[in-house]
């Protein structure tokens, strides 16, 4: 990975983002006003989600072209290597299928154990997850409450109820087991 | 490329295509066994015997929740389960299932103190054993741990499996990704966590290995076996056996929210359990409680549990009977690789057996 830009990239999309949040994301966090406004404010919460899950995303993309393109770079030097010292390219199909499977197993490899790729991995973890959370919130909030349908947030509370109960029923028949035995 | 490649390109393309069309059923998990305990979506699955004398210690194999159980039953001839029967152990599994939303609020002291425990009571009230020897396997070796350390009085020997006791090492992928994930947001925005979003990060950790050259080399294996019966018998048979691998790779169940978090954050994050610093439901787990027979077995090429995860557990430890076997494979290799057959089976079947009378 030792001529590829993964920090010129991660520069590059952290700059896209103050600039985003300087200019466009300043409208977006106006304050909401009007009988309307809860709804609308979770409409503006979840595009703000949206924005960060697309910056994530591109960013990863950023990081995962620069480490194709580094392995490119290196498959293609190890052919040119081979010719200038054998004469010959890779003869057959199979010995350049194993020499680009090794050079790009390898590039990545190097690539995956980078702090670049784990901040990649748990920046887009992360936002995804507040754009998922966001998102349920909204249909909940805006579509399936004013229509009277159950939430999922309604489930949950209904597994934690039932959760509970099934714990304690242990609990009190483990309880009555072991005063059998005392007795 | 010329005309003639193409042509025989072709007819490659089409025998490969012949080769799946021809492909008969496969199954997976075919040991006898029967189901001795059922509690919400886990089984107790027992097994037939295959020999008349039997040792009077049971063996309960307690396997991970992330993938299945069967992996240690995949196939007859690639079978850990079948060996250590082969040699006259009493077999016991636990078959976690497969959690759905009702079960997000399942704790790892719920696995350990509730599923686990209930499931060692029952064995030893069918067996009559008053101590049973636990094997725990990946993340099943860490629960058996957690266990063996609660409840030592119950384990006569504890045996584990690429096991992963001390998370602070940079050796494997998912240790380095671990540490930088936000387990919380996962678990409030899923609930239940995927069981797909977990597979997505074990094929990254060699993706051009398991996404690509893993399907070449069985292209490339069904060519060399030849146009002849005896090679289509074979390519029959290598398809039947790749195709239980890929079934048991991707069969992965989704995990329980709060169990999950847990593993995240007190063991790969903060390294609760080697610092014997992890508590359950209010216990905390001492290493230094396992005193009966250690038995810790590791792959020294396995990129999920790296040596340096399982190796420390010797040591911390206060068994005097305590023995570690590196053998030279992967993760996956310890239960399906013709080594796992011929050399490391028979060895932990005889570590056990030695130690089962």
Partial sequence: MENSDLQASHDFFELWLKAYEATYGRIVDMPVMGPSREGADRLRKNFEATINLHAAWAQSIASFQSAFAEATRQTQEKVEKQIAEEGASPSSYKDYYDLWMNTYSETFKEFLKSRFFASDLAKLTSNSMDFQKSSRELIEENLLKPANLPTRTEIDDLSKEVYLLKKQVRELSRDLKGSAKKK | ?357
Wanted: hydrophobic share 40%.
């Fill in chain 2, 1 to 357: 490329m010329e005309i003639a490649d193409v042509v025989e390109n072709n007819r490659k393309a089409m025998r490969m295509l012949e080769v799946f069309l021809k492909v008969p059923e496969f199954s997976v998990g075919t040991t006898p066994s029967e189901v001795v305990y059922t509690e919400d979506d886990m089984r107790l699955l027992h097994y037939i015997p295959l020999v008349k004398k039997r040792h009077p210690v049971p063996v309960l194999i307690v396997y991970a929740l992330v993938n299945r159980y069967y992996i240690l039953d995949l196939q007859p001839d690639k079978s850990v389960v079948r060996k250590l029967l082969e040699d006259g152990l009493d077999v016991y599994i636990i078959d976690w299932g497969y959690p759905s939303g009702v079960d997000r609020y399942l704790t790892i002291d719920d696995y350990v103190n509730g599923y686990l425990d209930n499931a060692v009571e029952k064995v030893k009230e069918l067996s009559g054993a008053e101590k049973i020897s636990l094997f725990g396997v990946c993340q099943g070796g860490t629960f058996s741990v957690m266990y063996s350390s609660l409840h030592p009085e119950k384990i006569r020997n504890l045996a584990t499996m690429v096991t992963p006791v001390d998370f602070d090492t940079d050796d494997g992928l998912l240790h380095v990704w671990a540490k930088s994930l936000d387990a919380d947001k996962i678990v409030d925005a899923y609930g239940i966590v995927p069981g797909n979003l977990l597979n997505t990060g074990f094929l990254l950790t060699d993706p051009f290995r398991v996404l690509i050259d893993k399907y070449v080399g069985l292209f490339e294996k069904l060519e060399s076996n030849g146009d002849d019966d005896h090679g289509e018998r074979e390519n029959e048979e290598t398809v039947k056996n790749f195709l239980r691998m890929e079934k048991w790779i991707f069969d992965s169940p989704d995990q329980a929210g709060e169990a999950y978090r847990q593993f995240i954050k007190d063991c790969y994050q903060k390294n609760l359990l080697i610092k014997n610093e992890m508590m359950l439901n209010g216990k905390r787990i001492d290493l230094k409680n396992i005193t009966m027979p250690l038995l810790n077995v590791m792959g020294e090429y396995d990129h999920l549990v790296p040596i340096a995860a399982s190796k420390p557990l010797n040591d911390a430890v206060a068994s005097t009977d305590k023995e570690t076997m590196v053998f030279p494979t992967g993760h996956i290799g310890m239960f399906v690789s013709g080594k796992s057959q011929r050399e490391i089976c028979p060895r932990i079947s005889s570590w056990l057996t030695a130690r089962s009378g």
